[in-house]
């Protein structure tokens, strides 16, 4: 392991460099007007990134090594329609992880 | 500033953040092992775990350090996992912009992905005045924060993970899809997050989690495009 001092040098600049990369727009733009295109743009970046970050976890998920496993991949699908249907937070992850725990005890595992 | 509107948020907030705790509390404790694993002691796990406030990129700069990469390499892979952070930050702008630079600064030091997903989901969907999206925000995001400090430390101190046979590593994965499903009940927000699997999945390979960004940036482009031309057909 790095010896203390480069390990304080590491945690002080990934905590600035995070905080700078949240403040960036929030704190630069303020309440200035953005182009109607940056507006049109900015307000698909929940579905941009949050599908993208979770895809990996779903189809290659680290517990089963890798391989897509179709418990997790049933229990996603089971999160979306429910998710879709009531627009509702709390039964759509009650009703994703209901699925896991029952296939995951259902299914031959590897 | 506590009118009922605003104290609907709050507890709103509170109510939507609390299935994130499953995601949270796992996670820091997870870290607090490794850290502690690692040869990092007490005051550092914490210090990095309060300064940072962000897993992935946590984990990324542990793994490197134990590998004794150098430390310019190590602080700027960390960070390059963080970059989308800067996307959470410009859609927030429109809606926070107007509060105070302080509150704004620490808005931006709360900024992970569970609060920020949660609000700008909330944001969308319905008029809030400034004081009630701040309730919101910040009423979502304080017990995930106290969670990842309070375990982290717990795992630090007694070494005890979450046992792997516990699929606690779904968690995210199924509270960040319920958040998003309600939007893709939308064409533009649909094909957003179509292009933005598929492509992270094809990048997959590409280093310093850039797939991801670039991903996010053709699925912004291709929302934004199915809008306007959704507008143009009236």
Redesign the interface.
């Known amino acids: 392991?790095?010896d203390?001092v480069?390990?304080?040098?590491?945690?002080?600049?990934?905590?600035l460099?995070?905080?700078a990369?949240?403040?960036?727009?929030?704190?630069l733009?303020?309440?200035?007007e953005?182009p109607r295109?940056?507006?049109?743009?900015?307000?698909?970046?929940?579905?941009?990134?949050?599908?993208?970050?979770?895809?990996?976890?779903?189809?290659w998920?680290?517990?089963t090594g890798g391989e897509p496993d179709p418990a997790?991949l049933i229990?996603?699908a089971v999160?979306?329609?429910?998710?879709?249907a009531t627009?509702?937070?709390?039964p759509?992850?009650a009703a994703?992880?209901a699925t896991?725990?029952l296939l995951?005890a259902v299914l031959p595992s590897a | 500033m506590s009118t009922p509107a605003t104290r609907r948020a709050f507890w709103q907030g509170l109510r939507d953040g609390a299935p994130f705790l499953l995601v949270v509390g796992p996670f820091a404790l997870l870290f607090g092992v490794a850290a502690t694993a690692a040869g990092l002691d007490i005051v550092e796990t914490m210090a990095m775990t309060a300064l940072v406030v962000a897993g992935a990129s946590q984990f990324t700069a542990l793994t490197l350090m134990q590998e004794q990469a150098p430390t310019l390499i190590v602080i700027f892979t960390a960070l390059a996992v963080n970059m989308r952070m800067a996307l959470y930050s410009a859609s927030l702008a429109p809606y926070l912009g107007q509060a105070r630079l302080g509150t704004r600064a620490l808005a931006a030091y709360f900024l992970v992905d569970g609060a920020y997903t949660l609000s700008a989901a909330k944001y969308e969907r319905e008029e809030m005045t400034l004081s009630a999206r701040l309730a919101y925000f910040f009423a979502a995001v304080l017990p995930m924060a106290l969670c990842w400090y309070a375990l982290t430390w717990v795992g630090a101190v007694t070494g005890q993970a979450i046992p792997e046979s516990w699929p606690l590593d779904f968690a995210l994965p199924i509270t960040f899809i319920a958040i998003v499903a309600p939007m893709l009940r939308r064409l533009p927000h649909l094909v957003a997050a179509f292009v933005s699997i598929n492509v992270t999945l094809a990048l997959s390979w590409m280093p310093y989690s850039l797939g991801l960004i670039v991903a996010a940036f053709l699925a912004m482009a291709a929302g934004a495009m199915v809008e306007a031309w959704q507008e143009r057909q009236g």
């Open positions: 392991m790095s203390p480069t390990i304080w040098i590491v945690i002080a600049a990934l905590g460099g995070t905080f990369i949240r403040f960036s727009f929030l704190g733009i303020g309440d200035r953005l295109w940056a507006l049109r743009m900015l307000r698909y970046v929940p579905t941009a990134v949050m599908p993208g970050l979770v895809a990996p976890l779903v189809v998920p680290a517990a997790r229990a996603a999160v979306l329609a429910v998710g879709a627009r509702q937070l709390l759509a992850v994703g992880a896991l725990g995951l």
